[in-house]
């Protein structure tokens, strides 16, 4: 998924020179232009008992549905719809974005996941 991005994953190079790393901001064929990090959001998912973080990039009119599944994904959750995304005591849709939510940089998604016997 193109539009959800890990921090992680994103993180500067620091073996090559100025040069490389200039060219790396302007794309590989140097007239594809790089979006600016003022563009994405940086987002913290954690579990409610604060045992898990994991931090997202996502741009504010992307649906919330990406940034669910690809979570789910790596902690192993096999049904997404088990899992409860919440932000600001409302509980986040699949069709929702951060620009809806008014969300900041930095801000926090708590999930609640569902107990069964």
């Given amino acids: 998924m193109s539009t959800v991005k890990e921090e992680s994953s994103n993180l500067p190079s620091t073996s090559g ?10 794309g590989a064929a140097g007239n594809e232009s790089v979006v600016p990090c003022a563009e994405y959001i940086s987002i913290r998912v954690t579990t409610s008992a604060r045992t898990n973080q994991v931090h ?19 902690l ?9 995304f919440v932000y600001d005591c409302i509980r986040i849709a699949d069709d929702y974005t951060p620009k ?17 016997n």
């Fill in 17 to 26: 020179t100025s040069a490389a790393v200039a060219a790396d901001q302007r």
């Fill in 56 to 74: 997202f990039r996502l741009k504010p009119d992307v649906a919330f549905v990406c940034m669910k599944t690809t979570y789910c994904k790596k």
């Fill in 76 to 84: 192993g959750f096999i049904n997404k719809d088990e899992s409860r």
């Fill in 100 to 116: 809806s939510l008014h969300m900041m940089d930095g801000d926090v998604v708590e999930l609640y996941q569902l107990l069964r």
